[in-house]
């Protein structure tokens, strides 16, 4: 695969994930009660829309203006990290994608409404996790997928290392 084509799959993800996030955020618009939860599987998975101006999984961290700086910095480094990694794997440069994609569905919001729209509530027994919305799914996910990457990576690197000096 030629480094334009694997460039493409990181930003054909962010652009997909952009999509997905906005397409929910506005079908949770037009159909969820603020603060009023909706079962989807029995308690423990609910939508329940609700307005978060913290930051991911609704942590309070700065205010709305630094989250917007944050975010957009954010969203801008990643895009130039697909630009010059390019000759990574499509799996690398789509969990940057995702990343992406996540950072820029946020960051749209906090610019059309000041806030971020969550509608994802999962949980159950009395304890349940903070709501969130697809571009924190994606944004996780990307992460784990990093992180996954490196430290295969990383292990393959080991390997060759012991080779290396096992063979001298």
Request: aromatic share 10%; charged share 15%.
């Amino acid at each position: 695969m030629t480094i334009t084509r694997t460039r493409l799959c990181g930003y054909i993800t962010a652009v997909g994930i952009l999509a997905l996030d906005q397409l929910t955020k506005r079908l949770a618009l037009g159909g969820l009660e603020l603060h009023h939860p909706e079962a989807v599987f029995g308690n423990v998975l609910r939508f329940t829309l609700a307005w978060n101006q913290g930051a991911a999984f609704s942590m309070p961290w700065g205010g709305p203006l630094f989250l917007t700086v944050v975010t957009a910095a954010a969203a801008v480094m990643v895009s130039i990290f697909i630009w010059k990694l390019g000759e990574h794997s499509p799996l690398f440069l789509a969990g940057l994608g995702a990343i992406l994609g996540g950072a820029l569905g946020n960051l749209l919001d906090r610019f059309m409404y000041g806030k971020v729209v969550d509608f994802i509530d999962i949980g159950g027994s009395g304890w349940r996790w903070p709501t969130f919305n697809v571009a924190d799914i994606a944004i996780t996910v990307g992460g784990v997928i990093l992180v996954i990457l490196y430290r295969k990576e990383s292990a393959a690197e080991d390997a060759l290392k012991e080779d290396t000096n096992g063979s001298d």
